[in-house]
Every structure is written in structure tokens, then in C-alpha cells.
């Protein structure tokens, strides 16, 4: 994804943790057409998805690529895979032939591996593409390869770490414009794009050659994934939705959401902001809320049960009279996805691990009175915890 090319090298930590569980559920070959993880064996996002992309990681011998032609010069351009190969017809490209599937059937049994255990992710692959290689490599003893991607990306690389630490810096940038666009009142609209502007000026000015294009699909591609949306007042409980010209009224809660992307990398930082004087109610729920993430910070360490984590969320709002408003879940991963699989809820079987990268967001909804929504990129180390964003205590007198 980034220019210059990257050396198979710095990923190598990554590849040997998916190589270890490939090896524990005997795994010859893992297959994947998914964005992200076409992206984490390779190094190459086409932004458009409109021809399939198809990373392939044998248990033994280097990652191998295969595109469609008209994507030759973007993959070799960016990707760090050595042997990228082409099917499809463009221009004067020399191409395996004008089929993927018969081109994927050759590399696979280039490799020997036509008759192996492969793994395929059932959670994405679609029925028809799953009878389309089950056609095209009738040999094959297909095997379910979703949870080991998902587990392998909880651990980030040195490279992945670093790149969020810029997305980080990225979304403070955007969090510091949004706030004072709010103290100026700015409507939703106007707050959110004074961040998105100030976002892409830091991002050209201080990081050229780092890009910040998200993953698309078949229908269109995402070149910009700095996003800020706004929420003002009973708003806030849609969660996601377009900011609007609505204009943030003296006593209100407002929510700044901000996501951002760094080589693939993703961060966030979300606050809550009061406009004006705020009704007791609202400033109970915001003092209770960041009361607790300070007790609760102590507990962002290797080895911490992460639903020991979330019960203690439970406890912590329970105490301060919030018994019936507790969240599903405290924060999540966040990486190549906005969103990743580990899930900070009481039912998780995960423990924190050093060199995970979380959101931590333990949250108020006391609908329709008030909110908050206060989350920060948090990089689990070897002996605690970094915050990757930063700024504002969580709460704002705007």
C-alpha cells in the first residue's frame, strides 16, 4: 500500500504467527479474496475491488499475488510480495489467461498443494465463490481459516504499531480542529469538515508518503478514510449516521467521532462535548464516566482477562448508580479493521497481550436524556499501556 516498495522482512512476524497456527490446525495453504487479508499477506490495496485480488500464504515458501492486469504497475508498484501474477486481458499485459480460477488451480499446483488442506474464510467467501474454487480445485480438503486471521491480526507488527502511532496523530490533529470549530458554532457539518480539512493538511505536510486510503469493494473504493462525523444533543443515540446542518445548543452533549487510516492501519478517538452549562444530569454522567476510566486504567495490562475488564466496568457503574444502563461491550480491536474481531464484553475468552491494539470506550447511554462517548487507540506494551490519542480529558467546556 505504501511507496516505496517494503521488504518481505518487516512483516515477517506476522507471517510466522499465521505459519504457527496454519501449522497447529494442520494448514497447508491459506487462500484469501478478503480486502483486508489480501492486504495483510501482501501489501497491496487496489482500493477498487472490481476484479478479484487473491493472496495466497503456503505453510512453507514465500506469500504469492494474483491480480487482474489492469492492476500490474499499482501492485508492483506497492506491494512487498515478489511473485505477483496477472490473469485478465489489458493492454499489451502478459497474463496466465483470461480466467482467475484456472490461474489460482496453476499456482496451486505449481506449489504441489492441489490435494492439501486449504483454508478458506466461510465468514466472507460467498456460497458461489466457495463453489467456484471447490470446482476449480476438486483435490482440495477446504478447511474454515476465519478465526486464524482474525486471532493472528490481535497481535500487531512493529510495522503496524508505527503506523498507528501516525494514524493517531492524525485523528488528535482532527479532534483539536473539531473542538475549536464547535467553540466557534459550527453546525455538525461545518465542525466536521474544519476536522477533515485540518486531518488532510497534516497528512500532506507531515507524512507524503503514507496513505490513507481504506478498503473498497466491488462497487467503489475508499481513497480518503480520514473521517470526523458529528452528533449533536438526542442525535448522539443514532451512534453513526451523516452530520447534518443541526447546530450544538448551550446545555447539550456533542459527539466528535473521528476514524483514521495509516498504511492500512487504522486509529480513533471519540469525545464528548458539553456546549454551554450542563443540566446535572448530563455532567453526573460525565463525571461518572471519567472517574471510571481512571480506576479502570490500572487494569490495561498483559494478562488482564479482558471480561475480568469489562466486569469491572459493570462494578464501577453499578456503584455510581448506572445498574441499568450497562454497555454491551467496553472497546474493541482496531488495526487493518475500524472494528476487529476481539470484543471487550464480559463473554470474551481473550486475555490482553502486549501488542494489542484496543479502543477503550466505557460508555454511558441514559436514553433520551444524555450519553457519552469517549474512546481512545490504546497500544497494550510489556508492562502496561500506551495511549496512542490523546487530548481534551474526555470532556470539553466548548
Known amino acids: ?69 489492469l492492476r500490474d504497475d499499482h501492485a508492483r508498484a506497492s506491494a512487498w510480495v515478489e511473485d505477483i501474477r496477472l490473469y485478465g486481458a489489458w493492454s499489451t499485459k502478459v497474463t496466465m489467461g483470461p480466467d482467475w480460477l484456472k490461474a489460482l488451480a496453476a499456482i496451486v499446483g505449481e506449489l504441489g498443494l492441489s490435494g492439501a488442506r486449504i483454508g478458506l474464510e466461510d465468514s466472507f467467501t460467498t456460497v458461489q465463490r466457495q463453489r467456484q474454487l471447490v470446482e476449480a480445485l476438486p483435490e482440495a480438503r477446504w478447511v474454515d481459516s476465519s478465526r486464524l ?35 466557534a458554532g459550527g453546525d455538525e457539518r ?36 480520514l473521517w470526523t462525523w458529528v452528533l449533536s444533543g438526542e442525535r448522539m443515540f443514532m451512534n453513526a449516521d451523516v452530520p447534518t446542518s443541526r447546530r450544538p445548543q448551550p446545555g447539550e452533549l456533542t459527539s466528535i467521532l473521528i476514524w483514521t487510516n495509516a498504511n492500512g492501519t487504522h486509529a480513533e478517538i471519540e469525545r464528548t462535548v458539553a456546549t454551554g452549562v450542563l443540566p446535572d444530569t448530563h455532567r453526573r454522567a460525565m463525571d461518572a464516566v471519567l472517574s471510571l476510566r481512571e480506576d479502570l486504567k490500572p487494569l490495561l495490562r498483559p494478562g488482564e482477562a479482558v471480561a475480568d475488564l469489562f466486569h469491572a466496568t459493570r462494578a464501577g457503574l453499578e ?14 480491536g482496531i488495526g487493518l479493521g475500524a472494528h476487529e474481531s476481539l470484543s471487550l464484553d ?32 490504546v497500544l497494550i506494551t510489556q508492562d502496561g499501556h500506551e495511549f496512542l490519542t490523546h487530548g481534551h480529558d474526555g470532556f470539553v467546556q466548548a
Not at 22 to 47: C, R, V, W
Not at 193 to 215: C, K, T, Y
Not at 363 to 373: A, S, Y
Open 346 to 377: 464480559g463473554a470474551s475468552p481473550y486475555r490482553l497481550e502486549p501488542g494489542m491494539l484496543i479502543t477503550f470506550e466505557p460508555n454511558l447511554r441514559v436514553p433520551p436524556v444524555c450519553g457519552t462517548q469517549i474512546s481512545d487507540t
Open 319 to 332: 456503584a455510581r448508580g448506572y445498574a441499568r444502563n450497562i454497555p454491551g461491550r467496553i472497546g474493541h
Open 190 to 225: 461545518e465542525i466536521s469538515l474544519a476536522s477533515q480539512a485540518a486531518m488532510g493538511r497534516h497528512w500532506a505536510d507531515s507524512h507524503p508518503n503514507i496513505e490513507v486510503a481504506d478498503f473498497g469493494s466491488l462497487e467503489g473504493g475508499v481513497f480518503n478514510g
Open 1 to 69: 500500500m505504501t511507496p516505496p516498495l517494503q521488504s518481505a522482512a518487516v512483516h515477517e512476524d506476522k507471517l510466522a504467527r499465521l505459519r504457527r497456527s496454519m501449522a497447529e490446525q494442520d494448514i497447508d495453504l491459506l487462500i484469501t479474496l478478503k480486502p483486508e487479508h489480501s492486504f495483510y499477506l501482501s501489501g497491496f490495496n487496489p482500493i477498487i475491488y472490481s476484479h478479484p485480488v487473491v493472496a495466497l500464504l503456503p505453510r512453507e515458501g514465500a506469500p504469492r499475488l494474483l491480480v487482474h492486469a
Open 149 to 183: 486471521f482474525l486471532e493472528a491480526r490481535m497481535i500487531k507488527s512493529a510495522a503496524e504499531i508505527a503506523d498507528a502511532r501516525i494514524a493517531a496523530e492524525i485523528a488528535n490533529v482532527g479532534m483539536d480542529a473539531a473542538v475549536e470549530a464547535l467553540r
